[in-house]
């Protein structure tokens, strides 16, 4: 290498070329060969390409960043690369093809991925036994392992309803519920013996008829009336009842401040209480703001988007939403409608969020109408991921197979990004430094005026230029079979990996992460 350049110079330089080049200039020289290879360089590349790109990261495992070397940066910024553009493809390649066997004469109900804190990977699955002997097994798998194994199984006679826990809490893993009142479980995945592999951390013995929802302590229950109510398992009985209607609830969103509900004809906002500890046997809280379909809803779910990188404030992420909404046939309509919630720019987060101080804009806007066909009595199934992915079991096989009374595939489409941008950080300007050459000078003032007139234009900033309300088709089919014994869904963005749960307790896992990769 002949440069007069400096080496970090040179680094510099080369974190602005495409990976591509990067490999290309490797070639050229022994020079050009150990500065490629700098952490700096891959730093900037992973932040540039990866990062501020929204792509997620497959086989990270809960390692933190900081502690990677260059040489595994450089192996994580292909690995995501690679994944997204398989991914986005209109027919992606499944990289391994697993079947996890269930117990026979069963059918899956039930399908979750389970985080925890040291990034292990796990899946919960549900599944009831047919016959005259019903009763329902809970199981646990290892994903981590090269084929997955069941680290922990439960039986039940009876169960109305699971949730399972959307993040890494010690507060519990599941919450089933069963005669005895709610049974909140935690997991012990190195147990000796699978069935002790579920152990009961709390039982709450309100009368209840259906669990709705698990979040870090929080459980989301609704008692025979309908009536919703919110308990925190580490201060039990306390409980917080959300008033509004008696509808069945489909998904929520929950932060520190607020939860937002996703029920059959409405969605509502709901303010948080600080803590639950303190808070008397009952309280009941009205929504801030409720928004009415104009038709119910028979399946949705909802996502709180990934925010802008080492932006801390949630808020300013938007929501996702996806609706099949109900029919008067025997059948699902054939649409799915996207929905997206907004943050509210002039939310003050300092305060409380009330009718005044509302952290998203209402109504909901409309994106777009998606096509999903659905024959009748068949079933239809729906995931979302926090990047955005959205994928759904439909009818739509005639392209594949000549028939059209059987078949189902698995399609979706990604959710146009909207994030609202943090407000920018000013330089600080040292009265001492103009000494050294800096400071308040003309040149600083004029880059604080163009700042100013950028936080004007902010809002035009946030705004992507994209057809509102439009219609639209699945971009992606990832898999497609011609039976119709898919019944439930559940997707793992981060790792590129889709889990299906069938009629006769086979569970079907696609992975589509390049890593991954082995003969199916």
């Known amino acids: 290498m002949s440069t007069r350049l400096p080496e970090d110079i040179i680094r510099i330089v080369l974190s602005y070329l495409d990976i591509k080049d990067i490999v290309a200039i490797r070639q050229s020289c022994r020079g050009f060969n150990e500065l490629s290879k700098s952490r700096s360089v891959w730093d900037a590349l992973y932040f540039r390409h990866v990062v501020n790109a929204d792509i997620p990261t497959p086989g990270l495992s809960g390692r933190s960043f900081d502690c990677l070397s260059a040489e595994e940066i450089e192996n994580f910024c292909h690995a995501s690369l690679a994944l997204h553009s398989n991914w986005t493809a209109p027919t992606p390649t499944a990289r391994r093809f697993l079947r996890l066997e269930g117990i026979s ?103 209840l008829a259906s669990v709705a929802y698990f979040y870090d302590s929080i459980v989301a229950a609704r008692n025979s009336d309908g009536r919703l109510f919110l308990y925190d398992v580490t201060h039990a009985p306390a409980r917080v009842e959300l008033l509004h209607n008696t509808e069945m609830p489909l998904d929520f969103v929950f932060t520190e401040t607020f939860v937002l509900v996703l029920k059959t004809t409405t969605l509502e906002l709901y303010p948080l209480p600080s803590s639950f500890a303190g808070i008397p046997r009952h309280v009941i809280i009205q929504p801030i703001f409720a928004f009415e379909f104009p038709r119910r809803v028979d399946h949705g779910v909802m996502t709180l988007r990934h925010g802008w990188p080492g932006d801390t404030e949630t808020l300013n992420c938007a929501v996702t939403v996806f609706l ?154 990832f898999c497609h079979h011609d039976a119709d014994n898919w019944l439930r869904l559940v997707l793992d963005e981060k790792e590129g990996v889709i889990f299906v749960g069938r009629d006769d307790g086979i569970i079907e896992i696609f992975e589509y992460a390049q890593g991954n990769f082995v003969s199916p």
């Open 105 to 207: 004469d069963t059918r899956v109900l039930g399908l979750h991925c389970l985080p925890r804190a040291d990034g292990h990977r796990y899946l919960i699955s549900l599944a009831m036994l047919l016959g005259s002997h019903r009763r329902f097994i809970l199981r646990c798998w290892d994903l981590e392992a090269s084929t997955p194994v069941c680290v922990a199984e439960k039986s039940f006679q009876r169960v109305s309803g699971m949730a399972v826990n959307k993040t890494a809490s010690d507060a519990g893993s599941v919450a089933m519920l069963t005669p005895q009142g709610v049974d909140v479980l935690r997991l012990n995945p190195n147990a000796a013996d699978p069935n002790q592999g579920f152990t009961t951390a709390r039982l709450l013995r309100d009368p």
């Open 324 to 477: 099949r909404f109900a029919s008067s046939f025997p059948w699902a309509v054939n649409l799915i409608d996207h929905f997206e919630i907004r943050p509210n720019a002039y939310y003050v987060s300092a305060d409380s969020p009330s009718e005044m101080n509302v952290p998203y804009e209402y109504p909901p806007m409309h994106i777009q109408t998606i096509g999903s066909p659905v024959r009748m009595h068949a079933t239809t199934h729906m995931a979302v991921g926090e990047y955005g992915t959205v994928v759904w079991i439909d009818s739509h096989t005639e392209d594949y197979y000549v028939h059209s009374h059987r078949g189902q595939r698995i399609a979706g489409l990604f959710a146009p990004l909207y994030r609202r941008r943090p407000k920018k950080l000013r330089p600080i300007l040292d009265t001492d430094a103009e000494d050294q050459g800096y400071g308040e000078d003309e040149d600083d003032m004029d880059d604080m005026d163009d700042m100013d007139e950028e936080d004007d234009n902010e809002e035009d900033e946030n705004e992507e230029i994209r057809p509102l309300s439009g219609t639209s088709i699945a971009s992606t089919v």
